[in-house]
């Protein structure tokens, strides 16, 4: 029985934004290791390594048990979308466009959520929503510039398996909320890892067997590790820790931020001037984010009431 006890929008609004950080980060950091590392390679030394490192903690500090055979079906059923077909569309189609392609494409997943979410009945078609996400979307354009957006015909294949990448995680999170009602979130990202490495080993294995250690530097070895450790076990944990107390949309919201994280980056790091643009593309952005995300307080109260409604009916059939 999912615990909702003591959540609060504020430690999910933080555990979001957490992630959009890491995903800010990790999509600098996946570059530089795919200038020396073969995408398929990078995929499956990041989903296997995730799965090892995800296993041996669950083994030790988590120790459910899945219940039936039809709940391991669906954890490998989402684990398709969520991380085979994601991570491998991601990074190959990172590795044949440009960065700045990549970031306003995967700027679409929110919209798509929406929609996917729609369809499938598991959110009310909200006008706040919608604006929202045209809002925030209009600050990515603000933000990065038209003059710096190319999508050239030498691009199109990246771009379109960056968009399907987009549209892949949004049926993850849309599919997978029902299981996170029944299982830690731990749980749950623990076996779509594991089954996430089967499927990726036949696409990547040749090319993870041809590597040479030794000719990969230091610095990119650092950037795997971060791939590994925060932008795989700790953001998909997290990640399922935010969707089991809230809506896909507003998990999905929180993508928008991570341009605007990477821009900060920039100026805090790199020495580069803060613009006008900048500062308003920032209000558009948080302004969007604000507006799908404006119920989730209510949407926790009534979380919260269906859990003692179950809890209730389950002491009564004993």
């Known amino acids: ?42 995929v499956v030394m990041r989903i ?7 296993a041996i903690l669950h083994r030790f500090l988590i120790k459910e ?24 569309l991601f990074l190959k189609g990172l590795s044949l466009t440009t960065a700045i392609n990549a970031t306003v494409l995967v700027t679409a997943i929110p919209v798509v959520t ?42 199109f294949l990246g771009n379109l398996l960056v968009f399907l990448n987009g549209v892949s995680f949004a ?72 969707l089991q107390r809230t809506t896909p949309s507003t998990v999905a919201a929180y993508i928008y931020i991570q341009p605007l994280i990477a821009t900060i980056i920039s100026v805090t790091w790199l020495g580069e001037t803060l613009k006008v643009s900048t500062v308003i593309a920032a209000a558009l952005i948080f302004g969007g984010v604000f507006l799908v995300s404006l119920k989730m307080r209510e949407e926790l109260r009534n979380d919260r009431e269906l859990d003692l409604i179950k809890e209730s009916v389950a002491l009564k059939e004993e």
């Not at 003591?6 to 999509?27: E, M, N, Y």
């Not at 039936?68 to 991570?87: C, E, H, K, M, P």
């Not at 996400?133 to 600050?139: A, E, N, P, Q």
């Not at 076996?191 to 996430?196: Q, R």
């Open 65 to 88: 048990k899945i219940q039936t055979a039809r709940d391991y079906f669906l954890l490998a059923w989402y684990s398709i979308f969520g991380i085979v077909i994601n991570q491998m």
């Open 48 to 54: 296997s390594s995730a799965a090892i490192l995800l």
């Open 171 to 242: 049926i993850y999170l849309v599919i997978s909320k029902d299981i996170l009602k029944r299982y830690k979130p731990a749980t749950v990202v623990t076996w779509n890892f594991i089954f996430g490495t089967v499927g990726v080993l036949p696409f990547g294995w040749n090319e993870t067997l041809a590597l040479h250690p030794g000719e990969i530097s230091a610095v990119a070895w650092w950037c795997i590790a971060f791939l590994i450790l925060f932008a795989s076990v700790l953001v998909y944990y997290i990640n399922g820790w935010a």
């Open 1 to 42: 029985m999912t615990n909702f006890t003591r959540v609060t929008p504020l430690k999910i609004h933080l555990a979001l934004f957490t992630v959009s950080l890491i995903f800010g980060i990790s999509s600098v950091t996946s570059k530089i290791a795919l200038m020396e590392v073969n995408s398929y390679a990078l």
């Open 114 to 155: 929406i929609l996917i979410a729609i369809m499938m009945r598991k959110e009310k078609a909200s006008f706040r929503k919608i604006i929202g996400s045209v809002l925030s979307f209009i600050g990515i354009l603000v933000l990065l510039g038209s003059e710096r957006i190319d999508f050239a015909d030498q691009y």
